[in-house]
């Protein structure tokens, strides 16, 4: 079967650095996808990967092995702001996409 | 520019009632979905549509059907609304495989 795992809540403080995992078992492998959803909205798009390596966009950056089916998106500088649900996403051999069941991501002033 | 528009944002419906929940686009994406988010689970693929004139079944499509007659609207019908088909329902676009999805602002259905 498919199957992305991501933790259900973390907690993290203003300014620090947090790293949300994101392990995933899927038919094929289309590239992944990090999506940033606030309580009550609609998600949005966030990054992809579909090479290994480092991605970096601001204080966003996102990793991907796919050879360990891995993925993790790191934050810094942390926003009070960046209180949300960050959604892991895989495209499969039919190019649609698993999600994961999100990680809350709390901070504390 | 409006994105995606989905109509309504929410709404209280009876079980049995027939219901259609309307999704618009303005970006001339050929790629339309329907997801459902429930508390717990990852969102949920019901329908999608990789250009006008052409629908497939996503993961959960039991109970909804969709149509996609032109480019900007792909509207999700429920012939005969369940209590288990309570949920956030979300409408999204892209234009290719690798594109990120757009998407509309969730409508909220509550069926009773």
């Known amino acids: 079967g498919q199957n992305i795992d991501q933790p259900t809540e973390m907690t993290a403080t203003e300014g620090a650095i947090v790293q949300i995992n994101c392990t995933y078992q899927?038919?094929?492998?289309?590239?992944l996808f990090w999506y940033q959803q606030h309580a009550g909205e609609a998600p949005t798009f966030l990054s992809y990967n579909v090479l290994d390596g480092l991605e970096e966009k601001g204080r966003f950056s996102s990793f991907l092995s796919r050879s360990k089916g891995y993925s993790y998106l790191l934050l810094k500088e942390l926003q009070m702001k960046d209180s949300a649900s960050y959604l892991c996403a895989v495209g499969d051999s039919n190019y649609q996409l698993i999600w994961g069941a999100g990680t809350k991501l709390i901070i504390k002033p | 520019i409006a994105g995606i528009t989905q109509a309504p944002t929410s709404q209280i419906l009876a079980a049995g009632r027939r219901m259609t929940l309307r999704c618009t686009q303005d970006m001339r994406h050929n790629a339309m979905y329907w997801y459902r988010q429930d508390l717990g689970l990852g969102l949920r693929l019901i329908h999608y549509s990789n250009t006008a004139g052409t629908t497939g079944k996503g993961e959960v499509p039991d109970g909804y059907s969709v149509s996609r007659a032109n480019t900007d609207d792909f509207p999700l019908t429920l012939a005969s609304a369940v209590p288990s088909q309570t949920s956030v329902y979300f409408c999204?676009?892209?234009?290719?495989?690798?594109?990120?999805?757009?998407f509309g602002e969730g409508s909220r259905l509550t069926v009773l």
């Open positions: 899927t038919s094929g492998f289309n590239g």
């Open positions: 999204a676009s892209s234009d290719g495989h690798a594109g990120e999805l757009f």
